[in-house]
């Protein structure tokens, strides 16, 4: 009786040691984690801050500008700003003489969205003519832009348009396909935008596709 008396007192404690040195595996694993996306983070924005342009008179012209595409407006129909300074930016990239050919890339995932084609009316609204603008339909997410602009367009110098945040990213994987591209940083949004959040995990993402997940694309 004692004896099973003695297991039955050791067990919980066995449990409780198990259980705390789980809690405490996790959590060094979640601080590791938030070191290797804070890590990501510098690298791709020092590597990149150098070909991110904010003032249009100091950049570079090229022939084409990839435009990434984002949805044009947000939940309960209200217009993106995201979008709509994107649009402003590529069009004056245009009208400035900056490009003379404009890449529409985004997501088509249905007949009810169409980034692409939603870019071309706004920009067409904004005075840049239908003739000068190419649609890709498979940009779904800013990886496919960059290799496709390569690979299906056969452009390997060309200007990126988004968000500065967004532009570090797409600078990353371009370099790391070897493409001699610059970008322009459209308007910024609040930093308190989910965007930015999503941007920040995106990030070493990109990392891993570039040396693990797609590596074989970069050849």
């Known amino acids: 009786m004692k004896?099973?008396?003695?297991i039955a007192i050791r067990q919980p404690l066995s449990f409780t040691r198990v259980l705390k040195r789980v809690?405490?595996?996790?959590?060094?694993?979640?601080?590791?984690?938030?070191?290797?996306?804070?890590?990501?983070?510098?690298?791709?924005?020092?590597?990149?801050?150098?070909?991110?342009?904010?003032?249009?008179?100091?950049?570079?012209?090229?022939?084409?500008?990839?435009v990434l595409g984002t949805?044009?407006?947000v939940h309960g129909g209200k217009e993106n700003l995201f979008f709509k300074y994107r649009m402003e930016a590529a069009a004056r990239l245009y009208r400035e003489g900056k490009v003379k050919?404009?890449?529409?890339?985004?997501?088509?995932?249905?007949?009810?969205?169409?980034?692409?084609?939603?870019?071309?009316?706004?920009?067409?609204?904004l005075g840049v003519p239908a003739n000068v603008m190419i649609l890709d339909f498979a940009g779904y997410r800013t990886y496919d832009?960059?290799?496709r602009c390569k690979k299906?367009?056969?452009?390997?110098?060309?200007?990126?348009?988004?968000?500065?945040?967004?532009?570090?990213r797409a600078l990353f994987l371009a370099q790391h396909l070897g493409i001699?591209?610059?970008?322009?940083?459209?308007?910024?949004?609040?930093?308190?935008?989910?965007?930015?959040?999503?941007?920040?995990?995106?990030?070493?993402?990109?990392?891993?596709d570039v040396y693990f997940f797609e590596s074989e694309k970069y050849k």
Do not use: C
Not at 3 to 6: K, W
Not at 41 to 47: G, Q
Not at 101 to 125: T, W
Not at 152 to 168: D, G, K, L
């Open 3 to 6: 004896q099973v008396l003695d």
């Open 23 to 66: 809690i405490k595996g996790a959590i060094a694993m979640g601080f590791v984690t938030l070191v290797l996306i804070l890590l990501g983070n510098i690298w791709i924005v020092l590597s990149t801050t150098s070909r991110n342009y904010y003032d249009i008179h100091t950049l570079p012209s090229n022939d084409v500008a990839l």
């Open 71 to 73: 949805s044009k407006a």
């Open 101 to 125: 050919y404009l890449i529409l890339s985004g997501n088509h995932d249905s007949v009810y969205y169409n980034e692409p084609a939603d870019m071309r009316q706004a920009l067409f609204k």
């Open 145 to 147: 832009s960059i290799v």
């Open 152 to 168: 299906v367009f056969n452009q390997r110098r060309f200007t990126i348009v988004s968000q500065p945040t967004h532009n570090a």
């Open 180 to 208: 001699d591209a610059v970008a322009f940083a459209a308007q910024d949004v609040s930093p308190t935008s989910k965007t930015y959040i999503r941007e920040y995990l995106a990030r070493p993402k990109a990392i891993l």
